[in-house]
């Protein structure tokens, strides 16, 4: 769920920072196991269960920084032996956007999960390019690259909420993508996702999505030395720089 939502500068940049928290919604009412006598739980075991179903077992807690002028949400996904997953973001982040009071007011709102940069060059570079799909569903074009805000403009001119790219070949050579073509697909890699289907050097089929390749920074930082919150939101300005000039 989402805990805490608070706006404040950091470092100079208008952001809205809190927590993702995650916990085990335990169901009290359901099958349990004696693992002592190694045998289904009866009455008598579900009897000496005390757990208020307000308290939930497993809780962990995940920082997260989102600049509203850049659309961009960074989110710590593993600390030591707690783990929350790029796609478990998108897919909480979705469930709350999906809300139709939400949707009434702004429409719908994609979440696209950030890949990182060698996704999109092993597409770009396949030995034998055979197919390319290009998806891009903007947020609004207020603060982006050149490239981009023309790109949203235009669609924002045409009320499209989404542009779909579909280009192959069967050309034993492959695509060869001109510069136009990779501008938008540096684009869809932030904004939507890309696809390739080939063939590598031996042959054999390949394909790689965008999607499924998110971008993860693995980082250490000494606690003695400095606060983790604050190397956390130091950390998140360099990463939100590097994405946000790509094209």
Same mark, same amino acid.
């Not at 805490?4 to 349990?32: I, M, N």
């Not at 139709?100 to 060698?118: H, M, N, W």
């Given at each position: 769920?989402?805990?805490?939502?608070?706006?404040?500068?950091?470092?100079?940049?208008?952001?809205?920072?809190?927590?993702?928290?995650?916990?085990? +919604?335990?169901?009290? +009412?359901?099958?349990?196991?004696?693992?002592?006598?190694?045998?289904?739980?009866?009455?008598?075991?579900?009897?000496?269960?005390?757990?208020?179903?307000?308290?939930?077992?497993?809780?962990?807690?995940?920082?997260?920084?989102?600049?509203?002028?850049?659309?961009?949400?960074?989110?710590?996904?593993?600390?030591?032996?707690?783990?929350?997953?790029?796609?478990?973001?998108?897919?909480?982040?979705?469930?709350?956007?999906?809300?139709?009071?939400?949707? =009434?007011?702004?429409?719908?709102?994609?979440?696209?999960?950030?890949?990182?940069?060698?996704?999109?060059?092993?597409?770009?570079?396949?030995? =034998?390019?055979?197919?390319?799909?290009?998806?891009?569903?903007?947020?609004?074009?207020?603060?982006?690259?050149?490239?981009?805000?023309?790109?949203?403009?235009?669609?924002?001119?045409?009320?499209?909420?989404?542009?779909?790219?579909?280009?192959?070949?069967?050309?034993?050579?492959?695509?060869?993508?001109?510069?136009?073509?990779?501008?938008?697909?540096?684009?869809?890699?932030?904004?939507?996702?890309?696809?390739?289907?080939?063939?590598?050097?031996?042959?054999?089929?390949?394909?790689?999505?965008?999607?499924?390749?998110?971008?993860?920074?693995?980082?250490?930082?000494?606690?003695?030395?400095?606060?983790?919150?604050?190397?956390?939101?130091?950390?998140?300005?360099?990463?939100?720089?590097?994405?946000?000039?790509?094209?």
């Amino acid at each position: 769920m989402l805990g805490g939502c608070r706006r404040q500068e950091v470092e100079a940049e208008e952001a809205v920072t809190g927590e993702f928290y995650k916990f085990f +919604d335990l169901k009290l +009412d359901a099958q349990w196991f004696n693992t002592i006598e190694q045998r289904p739980a009866e009455d008598a075991d579900l009897a000496e269960i005390r757990i208020p179903e307000y308290l939930k077992p497993h809780f962990q807690s995940f920082t997260y920084i989102f600049y509203p002028n850049k659309h961009r949400l960074f989110f710590v996904s593993k600390e030591q032996d707690n783990n929350f997953s790029p796609l478990q973001a998108q897919k909480l982040l979705t469930e709350l956007f999906d809300d139709y009071r939400l949707v =009434r007011e702004f429409g719908e709102i994609e979440i696209t999960v950030e890949p990182s940069s060698e996704s999109l060059e092993r597409i770009l570079n396949m030995p =034998r390019l055979k197919s390319l799909h290009i998806e891009i569903s903007p947020p609004n074009p207020d603060d982006h690259e050149e490239a981009e805000r023309r790109l949203f403009a235009k669609m924002q001119g045409q009320n499209a909420q989404k542009i779909v790219t579909e280009i192959s070949t069967r050309n034993p050579n492959g695509l060869a993508p001109d510069e136009e073509t990779k501008i938008l697909a540096k684009i869809a890699q932030s904004n939507g996702k890309v696809v390739g289907h080939g063939e590598n050097e031996e042959g054999q089929t390949v394909d790689i999505s965008t999607a499924e390749h998110p971008l993860l920074e693995k980082v250490e930082y000494n606690p003695a030395l400095q606060a983790g919150n604050d190397f956390f939101f130091s950390k998140a300005r360099e990463l939100l720089l590097k994405v946000t000039r790509r094209v």
